[in-house]
């Protein structure tokens, strides 16, 4: 997905293959698209995996627009690019050609010499919405494919975490836009909730000023585009002479408002519901690779599965029988002779020391529903243990659907890897592979929380994490560890007892046998007792809840 860094490259990119299948739309787009930027010395790519790391580029050095051909169909025969209908059927496809013709068009101006890259990128930022607002203002019609291109141009991870960094970019992106009158304020409304929540009503009016001023600027003043992105950073309170770079997100820190109004956002422009855009996302972005072999489940994974369920359902229905005490006024049971004892004393002018009515003890409230993340370490290191976790999830997955729980497994390695989603019960089972790297737990804690909602409910939420700890990024593993802790939600370590074997990386940050706080950690000799083990503990947080 792009940044607003990636509208705009110098230089001459590859050219990409599969151009040749797609050569006639980029014949068509060149001979169209001086009707769109009023220039005669532009040329049109259009190619799978074109436009860099961005769905769409323009490259000024060269002339050039480049388009990712994945962004209008899957094969070029959807529809003639000669044609004016293609318009129609490739609405996207043909926005991003909008987007770049409005870059082309209007952004020429270029970076000057030695500016910070924190300047340059937000003043690219800020072109954004600029190049578009003076391509709608030029021809009006445009608004209409630029609006479907913005969904496009815009992902999750730029609202990465509630800082005030961000909330600013979310606005430079999307509520600069309104102002631009390419979308409109009741499309951003969530949105413009959560950056205020963040910055503050001030610090956004003040925000706004800046990209107000931005759009009555020249196509081709620089200066002042660079002057607007100090004022910018300064309002944010950074120093650009001192913070060179483009902050990054805490990898430290969950997702917050930001990310939840963004994906409203593009949920709503999608017409599917935020559930069903973030699964999708998920899908996407963590699906198991298609190389990962899938077989039946054995017998024994089959009685495994119904020993848990059952063992699960015991502890979340088992209650202590309620105590029952008498009573000289309802409600309850009316116990016959006392209730005639009570009225003999009564007409005999006694006081009544009869209780004619057995009261029971209120029941207590149904136990709350078990919330389990499995998170599997793929690294070398842990290569014995992926073919029993493999298993795991699947007696899991299947245990929790006769038990009225929620698990999922994740794998964590080079990349994170969603092996048994919520609420899914695979039929068979998906064997990982360990790889070289743990570069992705703090990621998977991440969608291990938007998965289950480990920080938030009133679920029983729980999280084990199978690993022998030798992670790269620890710091921010123990944040998040942390973060989950304090808000209830327990933390299991299943920790292998073998140290690495000779020749593995021996990197000082990566450090062996690291316990983590605010964790409860196991010391396991095999992969069957970390399984038993998270089951045990499942059953007994069931039990005590």
Not at 210 to 239: S, V
Not at 304 to 311: F, G, I, P, Q, S
Not at 377 to 388: F, H, N, P, V
Not at 458 to 465: D, E, I, Q
Request: aromatic share 6%.
């Amino acid at each position: 997905m792009s940044h607003p860094r990636t509208d705009l490259q110098q230089g001459a990119p590859p050219t990409p293959a599969g151009a040749s299948d797609w050569h006639d739309w980029s014949s068509a787009w060149t001979q169209h698209v001086p009707l769109l930027t009023g220039r005669s010395d532009l040329t049109v790519l259009v190619a799978p995996g074109t436009a860099g790391d961005a769905p769409e580029c323009f490259y000024p050095d060269l002339n050039r627009i480049e388009v990712d051909a994945t962004y209008i169909a899957d094969s070029p025969d959807v529809t003639d690019p000669t044609k004016a209908r293609h318009k129609r059927i490739v609405p996207t496809g043909y926005g991003l050609l909008v987007h770049g013709a409005a870059h082309a068009a209007h952004s020429r101006w270029a970076t000057p010499p030695g500016t910070p890259p924190i300047l340059a990128d937000v003043a690219n930022m800020l072109e954004e919405s600029r190049a578009e607002g003076r391509q709608r203002t030029r021809r009006r019609g445009d608004r209409r494919w630029l609006r479907h291109v913005v969904t496009t141009l815009l992902d999750p991870d730029q609202a990465a975490v509630d800082d005030p960094w961000h909330a600013g970019q979310l606005a430079a992106l999307l509520l600069a836009r309104v102002d631009a009158r390419i979308v409109t304020s009741k499309d951003v409304r969530p949105v413009r909730a959560a950056v205020t929540g963040v910055l503050g009503r001030k610090r956004l009016r003040q925000l706004r000023d800046i990209w107000r001023e931005a759009h009555t600027c020249d196509d081709t003043d620089a200066d002042t585009m660079i002057a607007l992105a100090r004022r910018w950073c300064q309002i944010l309170g950074i120093d650009p002479d001192q913070q060179y770079d483009t902050p990054v997100p805490d990898p430290g820190q969950f997702a917050g408002r930001l990310a939840a109004a963004l994906v409203d956002y593009l949920a709503v422009a999608a017409g599917v519901t935020p559930a069903e855009y973030a699964a999708a996302l998920l899908a996407h972005r963590h699906s198991p690779p298609a190389q990962w072999k899938r077989t039946d489940p054995t017998e024994q994974e089959h009685r495994a599965a119904r020993d848990l369920a059952n063992r699960l359902r015991q502890a979340r229905t088992r209650h202590p029988d309620p105590g029952r005490r008498p009573s000289t006024i309802p409600p309850g049971r009316l116990r016959t002779r006392h209730a005639i004892t009570a009225e003999a004393q009564t007409a005999a002018g006694q006081m009544s020391t009869a209780a004619p009515w057995q009261q029971r003890a209120p029941l207590p409230p149904e136990k709350p529903r078990l919330h389990l993340a499995i998170l599997v370490d793929l690294s070398g290191s842990m290569a014995r243990y992926t073919e029993a976790m493999s298993s795991a999830a699947w007696i899991f997955a299947n245990a929790a659907r006769r038990a009225d729980a929620t698990t999922t497994t994740i794998g964590f390695g080079d990349r994170t890897t969603v092996l048994v989603p919520p609420r899914t019960y695979p039929r068979q089972v998906m064997h990982m592979r360990a790889g070289l790297a743990t570069a992705t737990f703090p990621e998977a804690v991440k969608v291990a929380d938007q998965l289950l909602d480990l920080r938030h409910g009133r679920t029983l939420r729980m999280l084990a994490v199978v690993s022998d700890g030798y992670l790269d990024d620890i710091p921010a593993g123990q944040h998040l560890v942390t973060t989950l802790h304090r808000a209830g939600c327990a933390v299991l370590w299943l920790h292998p007892a073998d140290p690495p074997t000779d020749g593995e990386p021996t990197d000082p940050n990566q450090i062996w046998g690291h316990t983590f706080t605010d964790a409860t950690t196991l010391t396991v000799t095999d992969p069957t007792e970390a399984i038993a083990a998270i089951a045990d503990a499942a059953v007994t947080a069931l039990a005590q809840a």
